[in-house]
Protein backbone atom coordinates (compact mmCIF):
# COMPACT_ATOMS: atom_id res chain seq x y z
CA UNK A 1 0.00 0.00 0.00
CA UNK A 2 2.84 2.37 0.77
CA UNK A 3 3.64 1.93 -3.38
CA UNK A 4 0.68 2.20 -4.38
CA UNK A 5 -0.78 6.27 -2.33
CA UNK A 6 -3.30 6.33 -5.59
CA UNK A 7 -5.20 3.58 -3.79
CA UNK A 8 -8.48 4.90 -3.16
CA UNK A 9 -10.71 1.91 -2.19
CA UNK A 10 -10.30 -1.74 -1.56
CA UNK A 11 -13.08 -4.09 -1.36
CA UNK A 12 -12.44 -7.71 0.56
CA UNK A 13 -14.35 -10.38 -1.17
CA UNK A 14 -15.49 -12.21 2.36
CA UNK A 15 -17.63 -11.47 4.63
CA UNK A 16 -14.67 -10.95 7.75
CA UNK A 17 -12.23 -8.81 8.02
CA UNK A 18 -10.23 -9.37 10.91
CA UNK A 19 -7.49 -11.71 8.95
CA UNK A 20 -6.80 -8.07 7.17
CA UNK A 21 -4.67 -5.21 8.51
CA UNK A 22 -7.09 -2.77 8.35
CA UNK A 23 -5.55 -1.27 10.87
CA UNK A 24 -2.48 -0.31 7.64
CA UNK A 25 -5.94 0.62 5.42
CA UNK A 26 -7.56 3.76 7.60
CA UNK A 27 -7.41 6.83 5.87
CA UNK A 28 -8.70 4.61 2.79
CA UNK A 29 -12.26 3.47 1.76
CA UNK A 30 -12.74 -0.54 2.46
CA UNK A 31 -16.06 -2.11 1.72
CA UNK A 32 -16.67 -6.36 2.07
CA UNK A 33 -19.13 -8.72 1.06
CA UNK A 34 -21.43 -8.20 4.31
CA UNK A 35 -24.32 -10.63 4.17
CA UNK A 36 -23.58 -12.04 0.65
CA UNK A 37 -23.10 -15.95 2.81
CA UNK A 38 -26.47 -15.19 4.98
CA UNK A 39 -28.46 -17.92 3.59
CA UNK A 40 -26.32 -20.67 3.79
CA UNK A 41 -24.87 -19.45 7.43
CA UNK A 42 -28.42 -19.46 9.19
CA UNK A 43 -29.36 -22.52 7.17
CA UNK A 44 -26.39 -24.36 8.50
CA UNK A 45 -27.38 -23.10 12.34
CA UNK A 46 -30.65 -24.27 11.60
CA UNK A 47 -29.91 -27.77 10.79
CA UNK A 48 -27.52 -28.07 14.03
CA UNK A 49 -30.38 -26.84 16.16
CA UNK A 50 -32.07 -29.78 14.74
CA UNK A 51 -30.07 -31.82 14.78
CA UNK A 52 -29.59 -31.16 18.69
CA UNK A 53 -33.00 -31.18 18.93
CA UNK A 54 -34.20 -34.50 17.15
CA UNK A 55 -30.37 -36.39 18.19
CA UNK A 56 -29.36 -36.78 15.14
CA UNK A 57 -27.24 -38.92 13.88
CA UNK A 58 -27.68 -40.73 17.10
CA UNK A 59 -31.21 -41.43 16.48
CA UNK A 60 -30.92 -43.18 13.50
CA UNK A 61 -31.80 -46.40 13.19
CA UNK A 62 -28.87 -48.70 11.68
CA UNK A 63 -30.05 -52.25 13.74
CA UNK A 64 -33.45 -53.14 15.24
CA UNK A 65 -33.72 -50.35 18.44
CA UNK A 66 -34.54 -51.18 22.08
CA UNK A 67 -37.91 -49.21 20.96
CA UNK A 68 -39.72 -48.77 18.38
CA UNK A 69 -42.71 -45.45 18.04
CA UNK A 70 -40.59 -44.00 21.25
CA UNK A 71 -37.60 -41.58 21.62
CA UNK A 72 -36.79 -38.50 23.61
CA UNK A 73 -36.48 -36.26 21.19
CA UNK A 74 -36.71 -32.66 21.50
CA UNK A 75 -38.81 -28.79 19.28
CA UNK A 76 -37.62 -25.90 18.14
CA UNK A 77 -40.84 -24.75 19.25
CA UNK A 78 -41.31 -22.67 22.39
CA UNK A 79 -37.53 -22.37 22.64
CA UNK A 80 -35.37 -19.28 22.76
CA UNK A 81 -32.95 -18.58 20.56
CA UNK A 82 -30.54 -15.43 21.73
CA UNK A 83 -28.58 -14.40 19.32
CA UNK A 84 -25.19 -12.62 20.22
CA UNK A 85 -25.24 -9.87 16.59
CA UNK A 86 -27.77 -8.76 14.69
CA UNK A 87 -26.27 -8.08 11.28
CA UNK A 88 -27.30 -9.39 8.01
CA UNK A 89 -26.72 -13.27 9.32
CA UNK A 90 -28.14 -12.92 12.75
CA UNK A 91 -31.35 -11.43 10.99
CA UNK A 92 -31.45 -14.28 8.28
CA UNK A 93 -31.28 -17.37 11.44
CA UNK A 94 -33.63 -14.80 13.23
CA UNK A 95 -36.38 -14.87 10.02
CA UNK A 96 -36.05 -18.64 10.09
CA UNK A 97 -36.07 -19.18 14.01
CA UNK A 98 -39.63 -17.31 14.04
CA UNK A 99 -40.75 -19.82 11.03
CA UNK A 100 -40.02 -22.85 13.62
CA UNK A 101 -42.42 -20.39 16.49
CA UNK A 102 -39.07 -20.15 18.35
CA UNK A 103 -38.41 -17.14 20.75
CA UNK A 104 -35.71 -14.79 19.28
CA UNK A 105 -34.36 -12.53 21.39
CA UNK A 106 -30.90 -10.39 20.28
CA UNK A 107 -28.18 -8.25 22.14
CA UNK A 108 -26.46 -5.59 19.99
CA UNK A 109 -23.15 -3.56 20.24
CA UNK A 110 -25.20 -0.68 20.57
CA UNK A 111 -28.55 -1.42 21.70
CA UNK A 112 -31.86 -0.50 19.45
CA UNK A 113 -34.69 -2.15 18.80
CA UNK A 114 -34.11 -5.18 16.79
CA UNK A 115 -36.65 -3.73 14.01
CA UNK A 116 -37.95 -7.13 13.09
CA UNK A 117 -41.56 -8.63 14.65
CA UNK A 118 -41.20 -11.04 16.68
CA UNK A 119 -37.23 -10.18 17.76
CA UNK A 120 -37.01 -8.55 21.19
CA UNK A 121 -33.32 -6.81 22.10
CA UNK A 122 -31.90 -7.31 25.27
CA UNK A 123 -29.84 -4.39 26.00
CA UNK A 124 -27.03 -7.07 28.76
CA UNK A 125 -25.44 -9.69 27.51
CA UNK A 126 -25.25 -11.23 30.83
CA UNK A 127 -29.10 -10.65 31.47
CA UNK A 128 -29.67 -12.27 27.95
CA UNK A 129 -27.32 -15.47 28.02
CA UNK A 130 -29.32 -17.13 30.41
CA UNK A 131 -32.25 -17.21 28.80
CA UNK A 132 -31.36 -19.23 25.39
CA UNK A 133 -31.63 -23.00 24.91
CA UNK A 134 -30.01 -22.11 21.98
CA UNK A 135 -26.80 -19.10 22.14
CA UNK A 136 -25.73 -18.13 18.80
CA UNK A 137 -22.63 -16.22 18.47
CA UNK A 138 -22.99 -13.98 15.05
CA UNK A 139 -20.86 -10.92 15.45
CA UNK A 140 -17.53 -9.97 13.72
CA UNK A 141 -14.46 -10.41 15.36
CA UNK A 142 -12.12 -7.47 17.12
CA UNK A 143 -10.50 -6.59 20.01
CA UNK A 144 -13.66 -5.95 22.13
CA UNK A 145 -15.25 -9.20 21.30
CA UNK A 146 -12.26 -11.77 21.72
CA UNK A 147 -12.66 -13.66 24.99
CA UNK A 148 -16.38 -12.70 25.09
CA UNK A 149 -17.35 -16.23 25.98
CA UNK A 150 -14.94 -16.42 28.70
CA UNK A 151 -15.18 -19.04 31.80
CA UNK A 152 -17.72 -16.74 34.12
CA UNK A 153 -19.64 -16.30 30.69
CA UNK A 154 -20.07 -19.97 29.59
CA UNK A 155 -21.15 -20.17 33.76
CA UNK A 156 -24.14 -18.16 32.67
CA UNK A 157 -25.84 -20.63 30.06
CA UNK A 158 -28.71 -22.11 31.24
CA UNK A 159 -28.24 -26.10 32.34
CA UNK A 160 -28.44 -27.81 28.90
CA UNK A 161 -28.07 -25.37 26.63
CA UNK A 162 -26.54 -25.56 23.17
CA UNK A 163 -23.89 -23.10 21.99
CA UNK A 164 -23.39 -22.39 18.27
CA UNK A 165 -20.51 -20.33 17.12
CA UNK A 166 -20.55 -19.11 13.25
CA UNK A 167 -18.25 -15.99 13.83
CA UNK A 168 -14.63 -16.74 14.98
CA UNK A 169 -13.06 -18.98 16.80
CA UNK A 170 -11.11 -16.30 19.58
CA UNK A 171 -14.58 -14.97 20.86
CA UNK A 172 -14.64 -18.27 22.81
CA UNK A 173 -12.38 -19.82 25.83
CA UNK A 174 -11.85 -23.38 24.75
CA UNK A 175 -10.84 -24.58 27.93
CA UNK A 176 -13.52 -22.99 30.01
CA UNK A 177 -15.84 -24.30 26.98
CA UNK A 178 -14.07 -28.14 27.59
CA UNK A 179 -15.20 -27.87 31.18
CA UNK A 180 -18.69 -27.04 30.80
CA UNK A 181 -19.37 -29.98 28.52
CA UNK A 182 -17.53 -32.33 30.51
CA UNK A 183 -19.61 -31.25 33.46
CA UNK A 184 -22.93 -31.55 31.17
CA UNK A 185 -23.74 -28.05 31.92
CA UNK A 186 -23.61 -27.12 27.79
CA UNK A 187 -25.37 -30.21 26.24
CA UNK A 188 -23.76 -29.09 23.28
CA UNK A 189 -21.31 -26.92 21.29
CA UNK A 190 -21.62 -26.56 17.57
CA UNK A 191 -18.77 -24.85 16.07
CA UNK A 192 -18.21 -23.64 12.59
CA UNK A 193 -14.86 -22.51 13.50
CA UNK A 194 -11.94 -23.53 15.34
CA UNK A 195 -8.24 -22.39 16.26
CA UNK A 196 -6.44 -23.28 14.21
CA UNK A 197 -7.43 -24.22 11.56
CA UNK A 198 -7.49 -26.65 10.63
CA UNK A 199 -7.19 -28.08 13.61
CA UNK A 200 -4.01 -30.92 14.18
CA UNK A 201 -5.07 -34.25 14.39
CA UNK A 202 -6.25 -35.88 17.64
CA UNK A 203 -7.66 -32.43 18.45
CA UNK A 204 -10.56 -32.76 21.56
CA UNK A 205 -12.31 -31.12 19.66
CA UNK A 206 -12.90 -33.72 17.14
CA UNK A 207 -13.67 -36.84 19.48
CA UNK A 208 -15.69 -34.90 21.90
CA UNK A 209 -19.52 -36.31 22.46
CA UNK A 210 -21.08 -33.14 22.69
CA UNK A 211 -19.20 -30.94 20.17
CA UNK A 212 -20.94 -30.92 16.77
CA UNK A 213 -17.89 -29.63 14.69
CA UNK A 214 -17.80 -28.73 10.81
CA UNK A 215 -14.54 -27.23 9.06
CA UNK A 216 -15.52 -23.84 8.58
CA UNK A 217 -17.88 -25.06 5.84
CA UNK A 218 -21.17 -23.21 7.46
CA UNK A 219 -20.91 -20.24 3.84
CA UNK A 220 -20.76 -22.63 1.30
CA UNK A 221 -23.67 -22.67 -0.94
CA UNK A 222 -24.22 -23.30 -5.16
CA UNK A 223 -24.56 -19.55 -4.93
CA UNK A 224 -21.93 -18.27 -2.23
CA UNK A 225 -19.08 -17.09 -4.27
CA UNK A 226 -21.13 -15.55 -7.04
CA UNK A 227 -22.50 -13.41 -4.26
CA UNK A 228 -19.68 -12.59 -2.92
CA UNK A 229 -18.47 -11.57 -6.21
CA UNK A 230 -21.74 -9.95 -6.96
CA UNK A 231 -21.07 -7.72 -4.07
CA UNK A 232 -17.90 -6.55 -5.55
CA UNK A 233 -19.30 -5.68 -9.20
CA UNK A 234 -22.09 -3.89 -7.76
CA UNK A 235 -19.59 -1.82 -5.32
CA UNK A 236 -17.47 -0.97 -9.10
CA UNK A 237 -20.72 0.58 -10.29
CA UNK A 238 -21.38 2.54 -7.34
CA UNK A 239 -17.74 3.33 -7.57
CA UNK A 240 -17.86 4.31 -10.88
CA UNK A 241 -20.73 6.46 -10.78
CA UNK A 242 -19.75 8.23 -7.27
CA UNK A 243 -22.09 6.88 -4.99
CA UNK A 244 -21.88 5.22 -1.61
CA UNK A 245 -20.88 1.94 -1.68
CA UNK A 246 -22.28 -1.33 0.02
CA UNK A 247 -20.63 -2.89 3.36
CA UNK A 248 -18.46 -0.47 4.15
CA UNK A 249 -15.67 -1.64 6.83
CA UNK A 250 -15.29 1.11 9.60
CA UNK A 251 -10.99 0.34 9.80
CA UNK A 252 -11.50 1.63 13.47
CA UNK A 253 -13.72 -0.90 15.13
CA UNK A 254 -12.62 -3.48 12.47
CA UNK A 255 -15.85 -4.64 10.83
Known amino acids: LDQQPDVGWIHILGTGVDDYPVDLLRGRLVSCSKGATAVPIAEWVLAMMLAHAKRLPSSWAAAPPEHWFMADLDTLE ?3 LGLIGFGQIGQAIARRALAFDMNVICHMRTHRPSGMSGVESVADLDEM ?12 STAETVGLMNAERLSRLKPGSHLINISRAALIDHDALKERLDSGNI ?3 SLDVV ?11 YRHPSVQLSPHIAWNGPR ?6 QAFLDNLRLW ?3 D ?12
Request: proline letters at 10%.
Open 78 to 80: GKT
Open 129 to 140: IPLADHLVLALP
Open 187 to 189: ARA
Open 195 to 205: NPEPLPDGHWL
Open 224 to 229: SHERMS
Open 240 to 242: CAG
Open 244 to 255: SLQGVVDTYVGY
